[in-house]
C-alpha cells in the first residue's frame, strides 16, 4: 500500500533513508559518510520537512510499516520558470524491498500526484555512477537531457546527471 506520509513516519523514513544509502552507494560515495549517517539526525531533517507540509512524501507500507519512500514536489532548478517541473528528489526503499516493484509503485504513484499539482514534466538528479538508478528511470520512459551539476558530500565532489520525462 502507498499513502501519504505522516509527521509520525519520520523515523522510519530515517532509517529507510540511512539504509538504502549505506547499500546503494559504496563505492559512490566517500566512505567516511557512509560510515557517520545519522538516524537521528536524518529523522530531525524528516520531521523538518513532514511538518512543513511544502512538499509531497510518499510511503510504501508492506503490514502496516513503511518499507520505502518517494519525496516530490517544485524543481528547484534554475532553468525551470515558471515552476512547470516537478521534481523527484529522493526514492529509497529498505534493501530486501528493492526489485520487487515496489520502486515502480512509488514511481507511478509519484508521477499521478505531480500531474494532479498541475505540472508539465519531471525531472531528477541521478548520481552520474548509479548505473541501477539510470537503468530504473530510463524504463520509466526518462531521459537524460544533458545537464550535469556537481554536488560535494562528504568533502568529495561528486557528478549528476538530470532525467526528464514529459507529463
Do not use: N
Request: net charge neutral; hydrophobic share 35%; aromatic share 8%.
Amino acid at each position: 500500500m502507498i499513502r501519504a506520509a505522516t509527521y509520525q513516519d519520520s523515523l522510519s523514513i530515517a532509517e529507510i533513508h540511512v539504509a538504502s544509502w549505506k547499500h546503494t552507494y559504496i563505492g559512490q560515495m566517500p566512505d567516511d559518510l557512509l560510515r557517520t549517517l545519522s538516524v537521528i539526525s536524518r529523522d530531525k531533517g524528516w520531521r523538518d520537512i513532514l511538518s512543513s507540509h511544502a512538499h509531497d512524501v510518499l510511503v510504501a507500507t508492506e503490514e502496516g510499516m513503511p518499507i520505502g519512500f518517494v519525496y516530490l514536489g517544485t524543481s528547484g532548478d534554475d532553468d525551470c520558470s515558471p515552476p512547470t517541473s516537478g521534481e523527484i528528489y529522493a526514492l529509497y526503499l529498505y534493501p530486501e524491498h528493492m526489485r520487487r516493484g515496489i520502486g515502480g509503485s512509488l514511481w507511478r504513484m509519484a508521477i499521478t500526484t505531480l500531474q494532479e499539482r498541475g505540472f508539465k514534466e519531471v525531472r531528477v538528479w541521478v548520481l552520474a555512477t548509479h548505473t541501477r538508478a539510470h537503468r530504473f528511470y530510463e524504463r520509466q520512459g526518462c531521459v537524460i537531457d544533458g545537464t550535469t551539476k556537481t554536488i560535494t558530500l562528504g568533502g568529495a565532489p561528486l557528478e549528476t546527471v538530470r532525467y526528464r520525462l514529459k507529463l
